[in-house]
Nanobody, 125 residues
């Protein structure tokens, strides 16, 4: 019924780009909050970006100016365009969803009831 599936991860050199996709089956993006989280080995999961009700965009300070979150409404898909990638961007990237956004802090993982399985992003020289 409701499902999130990430794709687009891979290995890239510093300064390169990747585009992640999150297919948000069953979500109405005009209502939902769809976020990207990432987790490096031994570190806590952290919020990267979020789009709420298809209009409000938020970014972690560490990615502002480099990452862009967007929507293709016809495909019910959320994208994360990642440019100027750095080694510290390495980690497993997860798509997270809440059916109705705006109630809690976007960067708090407990806000989200649905999670994808993750896609690996590796940035190395």
């Amino acid at each position: 019924q409701l499902q999130l599936v990430e794709s687009g991860g891979g290995s890239v050199q510093p300064g390169g780009s990747l585009r992640l996709s999150c297919a948000a089956s069953g979500f109405t993006l005009d209502y939902a909050a769809i976020a990207w989280f990432r987790q490096a080995p031994g570190k806590e999961r952290e919020g990267v970006s979020c789009i709420t009700r298809a209009t409000s965009r938020d970014y972690a300070d560490s990615v502002k100016g480099r990452f862009t979150i967007s929507i293709d409404n016809a495909k019910n898909t959320v994208y994360l365009q990642m440019n100027s990638l750095k080694p510290e961007d390495t980690g497993v990237y997860y798509c997270a969803g809440s059916m109705f956004g705006g109630s809690y802090y976007w960067w708090w993982a407990n806000e989200y009831d649905y999670w994808g399985q993750g896609t690996q992003v590796t940035v190395s020289s």
